[in-house]
């Protein structure tokens, strides 16, 4: 079990770190791909210290040190990025399917963020945040987390003809396998919220988003290394994999209390 969370947490962390490092990209006036959430656009000096923040807590995350405090920082900005940034652009465009998406997979690592921080291990610092609280927290993060998956799920059943075009050409029967992912997205998020085989469920997310980085993901950006959306379609499905490995641990973790 440890070394399940030692994998979701590494590739959580891995994300970071190259999330933090586009942001330096962008400053450097550098060709590469253009920052998106969960970059924090503005001036120059706020992207930088976005970055420096990002990589900053991807490694607590590795080292384990200030991992409790750090994660619980990461969920708590990440939060007030969605408040204040994703959710105007979601009321101001509702029928488009880029703040959905963008949003929610913000929430999605936020209750991955909360969820982590509650399974770390506590420094004994005197300004961690309680056990109370983050329980709390991560109670929270459980539920946001299922909700994106629900909405993901949606999101396949809509544009299910446009998600058959991303699955690779050599995977036969397409449109079925949108359809597919998105019966598995609900089948996990209801697994999340009723606790009902949720580690087992966490682990077949986890295990799903990785193929698609194997063999989704990752040659697509072989093939446009400069195209922005790619690289952050590879990152944000493997931090989600990266969360749902942590999920996985949290429920043993629960189980074993």
């Not at 503005?42 to 590795?62: D, Q, R, S």
């Not at 997310?205 to 698609?212: C, D, K, P, R, V």
Request: hydrophobic share 60%; aromatic share 12%; net charge positive.
């Amino acid at each position: 079990m440890d070394g399940l969370l030692k994998v979701g947490r590494l590739f959580f962390a891995i994300a970071l770190v190259f999330f933090g490092v586009e942001h330096f990209i962008y400053v450097g006036g550098l060709k590469g791909p253009i920052p998106g959430p969960p970059w924090i656009p503005g001036p120059h000096p706020m992207a930088v210290l976005a970055g420096a923040v990002l990589i900053a807590v991807a490694v607590c995350i590795v080292t384990e040190k200030m991992a409790r405090l750090a994660a619980a920082f990461l969920g708590v900005a990440l939060f007030l990025y969605v408040l204040s940034l994703q959710l105007p652009r979601l009321i101001a465009h509702p029928h488009s399917p880029d703040p959905w998406t963008s949003g929610f997979e913000l929430l999605a690592l936020m209750g991955g963020a909360f969820v982590l921080a509650r399974i770390e291990t506590p420094d004994g610092l005197r300004f961690e945040p309680t056990n109370k609280t983050l329980s709390h927290l991560a109670t929270f993060g459980r539920v946001a987390f299922a909700v994106a998956l629900v909405v993901f799920a949606a999101q396949h059943f809509l544009y299910a003809k446009f998600v058959a075009t991303i699955v690779p050409a050599w995977i036969p029967a397409r449109l079925f396998w949108a359809y597919f992912v998105g019966v598995a997205f609900v089948a996990a998020a209801l697994a999340i919220i009723t606790r009902q085989m949720a580690r087992t469920a966490s682990i077949l997310l986890g295990t799903m988003f990785l193929i698609w980085v194997l063999i989704l993901h990752l040659p697509r950006v072989a093939a446009q290394p400069r195209n922005g959306d790619e690289v952050t379609s590879l990152l944000v499905a493997l931090a989600m994999s990266g969360v749902s490995f942590i999920l996985a641990e949290s429920f043993a973790s629960d189980s074993a209390a």
